[in-house]
């Protein structure tokens, strides 16, 4: 009996396609390839089970009792274990001997929304591949939009850069790494365009050259730490798109909406995993608009909104803005 009801519930919810054309169609459009059989039965397998996640998921979001819905994507032939590996890495925030500006929310008002992506602050959506990178995504990219701010330029950064030559200032490329010690090295260093340092999403020689840095050094961290969303949204508003790290662990099926699946990821400041990039808000719709760095067929386009008002995945724990002098 209970098969029969999974059965018909599948039939309703995937217009009658099979899993195998799904299979193929996802196989075709994100260029998946397999070493042999065995493998890809395997991965067959994990297809299918991620299928029925995003079903039963997908049937809350019609019930209404989510405000986010789940769908195929890059990440759909790999387990949640599969996904954490080769994408997240808890980092150590350890306490601060730099002396960072702290963020100050004050009491004016902010608009009702932001988005700066309207502004032409944000760059396009990029593609970190299978390296642990987030982090450098995430520091570009609200340097990027520092950047577009103060000189109206929009320009696209090297995450390569930071992946190569911040691992002096510890941070370990590939392999992980914080915001604040990428801007600490982009403070002393500055850093070249995307077009003149090219990602290659692996770990690499520091090969920067001097004579062709955009943003040049010197600047100062607004640090957002330790805050509450009052402060991130003032921070936005007031400063710009907005460097985080959260734990990404719920978001991998992620396809559209509202994510508001508390239960799915922690919120601890030990558990988080990922940086991102806030890049707006909406009060009245209550949620955060977050630019990740998993190409555009990932989410809305690339992005994630995420609810406000429960520090969701941890949102607002560790922020940061770098401010150009
Ligand atoms: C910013 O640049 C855009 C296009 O490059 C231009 O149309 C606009 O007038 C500029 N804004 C200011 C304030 O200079
Ligand atoms: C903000 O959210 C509300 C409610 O979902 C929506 O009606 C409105 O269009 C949103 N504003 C913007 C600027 O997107």
């Not at 299928?51 to 990440?75: D, P």
């Not at 520090?311 to 940061?320: A, E, H």
């Amino acid at each position: 009996m209970k098969s029969f009801i999974v059965f018909a519930t599948t039939i309703l919810v995937v217009n009658a396609l099979t899993d195998l054309d799904h299979w193929h169609s996802f196989k075709a459009k994100h260029l998946k390839v397999y070493k042999n059989i065995v493998e890809e039965k395997q991965r067959f397998n994990i297809f299918q089970t991620n299928l029925r996640i995003i079903e039963e998921h997908n049937i809350k979001y019609n019930q209404g009792s989510t405000g986010y819905y789940m769908g195929v994507n890059a990440f759909s032939d790999l387990t949640p274990e599969e996904f954490r590996t080769i994408f997240l890495r808890k980092q150590v925030f350890k306490p601060d001997a730099e002396k960072n500006i702290k963020y100050a929310t004050s009491h004016l008002r902010v608009p009702e929304s932001v988005d700066w992506r309207d502004h032409g602050a944000v760059t396009e959506v990029k593609n970190q591949g299978n390296c642990v990178s987030g982090w450098a995504f995430s520091s570009t990219g609200a340097l990027e939009g520092q950047y577009k701010i103060l000189n109206n330029i929009s320009v696209s950064l090297s995450e390569q850069q930071l992946i190569d030559c911040s691992t002096v200032y510890d941070n370990e490329g590939c392999s992980g790494g914080l915001i604040k010690l990428a801007f600490k090295y982009l403070r002393d260093n500055g850093l070249q365009a995307e077009a003149d340092y090219p990602y290659i999403g692996q770990d690499g020689q520091c090969q920067y050259v001097e004579s062709k840095l955009v943003v040049p050094m010197l600047f100062t961290t607004v640090l957002i730490e330790e805050l509450n969303e009052n402060a991130l949204v003032h921070g936005i508003a007031s400063l710009g798109p907005v460097s985080l790290f959260i734990n990404a662990e719920g978001i991998q099926n992620y396809a559209g909406g509202v994510y508001d699946d508390s239960e799915k990821c922690d919120n601890s400041k030990d558990s988080l995993n990922h940086g991102v990039l806030a890049v707006g808000y909406n009060i009245t719709g209550n949620y955060f608009i977050i630019k990740n760095s998993w190409g555009e067929s990932w989410g809305e386009n690339g992005y994630i909104r995420m609810v406000k008002g429960v520090n969701i995945c941890g949102i607002s724990l560790v922020g940061s803005v770098p401010i150009i002098v």
